[in-house]
């Protein structure tokens, strides 16, 4: 792979455009690399790859979830809550868990 300083890269844009249909080439800045110019073929291939890597955030379910809920209105019933037995209540001794 080329490295090309910005300045460089400007002043030779069709070279670099022709060089990366070889291999990469690396944009650097300073000394630093900053992007990269790749053949389109190798662009689409990791625009692919990224897409079926991306997951979704929790709000992003949460907003899709909304979105079908409201699409699809669904009763749910949530039943009397009943008092039950808590085994803890009431156990003094600190060893008996």
Not at 5 to 27: G, R, V, Y
Not at 43 to 58: Q, V
Not at 63 to 87: A, F, G, H, V
């Amino acid at each position: 792979m080329d490295k090309w300083n910005i300045s460089t890269a400007k002043a030779k844009f069709a070279k670099l455009i022709l060089s990366s249909e070889k291999e990469p080439q690396i944009i650097c800045n300073r000394g630093k690399p900053v992007g990269a110019v790749v053949q389109i073929g190798l662009f689409r291939e990791l625009m692919a790859l990224k897409e079926t890597m991306e997951k979704p955030t929790i709000a992003q379910l949460l907003d899709e979830l909304k979105t079908i809920r409201k699409s699809e209105p669904i009763d749910i019933e949530i039943p009397d809550r009943r008092n039950r037995r808590n085994p803890f209540e009431g156990d003094t001794d600190e060893m008996a868990l």
